[in-house]
């Protein structure tokens, strides 16, 4: 085993606006559990969402606002150029094409993302390319029996495997989150309410200059909290 692979983490959402809760989570996961890169990877059109309310252009400008001055986050906007639904799998594939097979990636998800995980594109390829970091809150209950209970069994992993090994291994993280949401932030906006001190000042500033979600923010659609 190789103790002093590289270890890159990604983690991914629409950031549909990106908020202070995504934000403090990535860099507590990087901090916490020692990773070389956190990166921030926007999608384009997931393919098990419905489609964000804003372009992906507006969704990379807002992230690389929140971003500015951070270099313990990174901004991976691979995503962002594929045209139609993206797919975790390909980022995955692609991304070991380019690290090799020696470099440790983890992929990091809620766990309402784990909970659906078998209907993911090609989800059994997942954990051949990369480790999954499942963050959940304290005192939430994993899956006991099922699907997603035996991929608990059979791929659980700890800490110090993120670094000796180069992927296979499902991570569960407890993790106090901060209460914001996505769907809220968009809401209160469209309904004329400020939602200052949810979000960086840029990313707000940047909302109001380009006059985002003022309509679709009511449909509460991205399901990216």
Same mark, same amino acid.
């Given at each position: 085993?190789?103790?002093?692979r590289r270890?890159i983490?990604?983690f991914g959402?629409?950031f549909d606006p990106?908020h202070?809760?995504?934000l403090?989570m990535?860099?507590?996961l990087?901090q916490?559990? /020692? ?5 921030l =990877? &926007? $999608?384009h059109?997931?393919?098990h *969402?419905n489609r964000p309310g804003?372009?992906? %252009? ?6 690389g606002?929140a971003?500015?001055g951070?270099?313990e986050?990174?901004?991976?906007e691979r995503?962002l150029?594929?045209?139609g639904?993206t797919?975790?799998?390909d980022t ?5 094409g380019e ?5 440790s990636?983890?992929?990091c998800? /809620?766990?309402d993302?784990?909970?659906? =995980? &078998? $209907?993911?594109?090609r989800?059994? *390829?997942l954990?051949?390319?990369?480790h999954l %970091? ?6 939430w209950?994993?899956p006991?029996?099922?699907?997603v209970?035996?991929?608990?069994r ?6 110090r495997?993120?670094h ?7 991570v569960?993280?407890e993790q106090?989150?901060l209460?914001?949401?996505a769907?809220?932030?968009r809401?209160?906006i469209?309904s004329?309410?400020?939602p200052r ?6 990313v707000?500033?940047?909302?109001d200059d380009?006059?985002?979600y003022?309509q679709?923010a ?5 399901n990216?909290?």
């Amino acid at each position: 085993m190789n103790s002093n692979r590289r270890a890159i983490a990604l983690f991914g959402g629409t950031f549909d606006p990106v908020h202070f809760g995504h934000l403090r989570m990535a860099l507590e996961l990087r901090q916490a559990l /020692g990773f070389d890169e956190m990166r921030l =990877l &926007p $999608s384009h059109q997931p393919g098990h *969402r419905n489609r964000p309310g804003v372009s992906a %252009v507006h969704r990379r400008n807002m992230l690389g606002l929140a971003l500015e001055g951070c270099a313990e986050l990174q901004l991976d906007e691979r995503e962002l150029k594929r045209s139609g639904p993206t797919y975790t799998v390909d980022t995955l594939e692609e991304l070991r094409g380019e690290l090799g097979e020696e470099a440790s990636i983890s992929f990091c998800m /809620g766990l309402d993302s784990l909970l659906t =995980l &078998p $209907s993911w594109h090609r989800w059994d *390829r997942l954990l051949q390319l990369a480790h999954l %970091v499942v963050v959940i809150r304290p005192g939430w209950q994993l899956p006991s029996d099922g699907e997603v209970a035996d991929i608990l069994r059979r791929h659980s992993g700890e800490i110090r495997d993120l670094h000796t090994e180069s992927r296979g291994r499902l991570v569960v993280r407890e993790q106090t989150l901060l209460p914001i949401s996505a769907t809220n932030i968009r809401q209160l906006i469209a309904s004329g309410q400020s939602p200052r001190y949810l979000l960086p000042a840029a990313v707000l500033q940047y909302i109001d200059d380009h006059q985002l979600y003022r309509q679709a923010a009511l449909r509460g659609d991205s399901n990216d909290d």
